[in-house]
Structures are given as C-alpha cells and as structure tokens.
C-alpha cells in the first residue's frame, strides 16, 4: 500500500523568505500523481500544484515550485517570496494512475508560520 | 460558481444518535469522496463513488454508510454516532477530465459527547 509521510509538523519562515516544506512517499507503482493542497484557517482545501511522475520538469505555478525526485522518492515544496496569506496548514498527497478510483493519500501535513 | 458545497457546517450530537451529511457538486463530476481529517493524521478516506448508483468503502469505513442515488449528491451516514467520530468531514469530487483533480467542499466539523 503507498504512504505519504511529512516529517515536518511545523515550519515557520520570515516574510519575503524562502521555505520548503518536505514530503516522501512509498509506492511499488511507476505512474501516479501528486499534489500539495494547502489548507487555511478557513478549512477550505486549495489545490497548490500538481506533478505527474512521468514528468521529468518539475512544477511550478508562480511563487510555489517542487523539487520531485522520482528515484529518490520525495516530493518538496518550495515557496519563494512567502507572504502573510500562505501561512496555512500544508498537505502532501499520492494519487495512483493505475486505480481508476482517483482516491487520494494524504501526508499528516505541515502547519507553516509566517512571520512579519 | 458554488462547486462542492456540505451541509451542514457544524453540528453536534449525542453518543447514540443519527444524522446525515450532504455533499452536493455542480460540476457534474463523476466521482465523489469522503474524507475525515484528524489532528496529525491528514485527511483520510472513508467512503467513495465512481458513478451514479456505485459506493465503495475507503481507509476507514467503520460506522458510516454512503449513497449515491444521484450524481450531484453524495451523502454520508453515522448511524449511531460515537465519540470517535468527532472529526473534521470533507467530500470531494473529480471528473473523469481535468487533470485528475479533487475538488474539496469547505468542511463540516462534527463533535459528537
């Protein structure tokens, strides 16, 4: 069965600095997805970027990039520029392609601080 | 644009007593979801469906039942609530394009005493 495990309850980053929060995750499977979705106080579940793993590129989507090593494992999230609005509670998930389920496994996730 | 949308947001029960929450999407995605987020464990899976008429059980089924009577609606059950199930509910749903992505609904927290 695959895990998603972040190892990082908590992260906190200064304003206008940079933060990567980590993720690792186990599966025996060649093609799948992952995805980190950020969660506000608010509780509403964002989608922040998404990586297929027959993707070599990593992904970016303006100030929020991955570090994906397939080999290795691990899927990292950067962000650049940290503002205010991204403090939120983080969360790394694993998607199989070979299910057509589309369930997701999620990683206990990471509160991050941002601090003015 | 109201996407996935749970009623209701909070509620509190009884050990012992019943209710039903309500997942309704207008993205007339095919597949909807059950998750139940605890502290320091993410969000995990409870019930799903990949179609109209069509439920499956997930990570942690135990003491819930789903229905899928209509595509838009995807509704979860605690037939006799207990006090483990006090937790965070969100569903979500996908469609069969759009880059394999899970839209979630806002939540409903439910405690139960």
């Known amino acids: 069965a695959q895990t998603v495990t972040q190892s990082q309850p908590e992260m906190s980053v200064q304003e206008a600095e940079t933060v990567t929060l980590s993720c690792t995750y186990d599966?025996?499977?060649?093609?799948?997805?992952l995805f980190w979705y950020k969660q506000p106080p608010s509780r509403q579940m964002i989608l922040v970027i998404r990586q297929e793993a027959y993707k070599q590129q990593n992904a970016t989507e303006n100030r929020f990039s991955v570090n994906f090593q397939k080999a290795a494992k691990s899927f990292s999230l950067k962000i650049s520029d940290s503002q205010l609005g991204d403090a939120a509670m983080y969360f790394c998930a694993y998607r199989s392609d070979s299910s057509n389920t589309g369930k997701l496994i999620f990683g206990q996730g990471t509160t991050l601080q941002v601090k003015p | 644009n109201a996407g996935v949308t749970q009623t209701p947001k909070f509620r509190v029960l009884k050990t012992g007593q019943s209710m039903t929450l309500l997942c309704a999407q207008d993205?007339?995605?095919?597949?909807m979801y059950w998750y139940r987020q605890d502290p320091g464990m993410g969000l995990r899976l409870i019930h799903y469906?990949?179609?109209?008429?069509?439920?499956a059980k997930g990570e942690v089924p135990d003491g819930y039942n789903v229905s899928r009577l209509k595509k838009q609606n995807f509704l979860l059950g605690l037939e006799s609530a207990a006090p483990s199930q006090t937790s965070v509910y969100f569903c979500?749903?996908?469609?069969?394009?759009?880059?394999?992505?899970?839209?979630f609904g806002a939540g409903t927290r439910l405690s139960v005493l």
């Open positions: 599966t025996s499977e060649s093609d799948y997805y």
């Open positions: 993205m007339n995605h095919e597949y």
């Open positions: 979500a749903s996908k469609g069969v394009e759009g880059g394999n992505i899970q839209y």
């Open positions: 469906s990949v179609g109209e008429g069509t439920t």
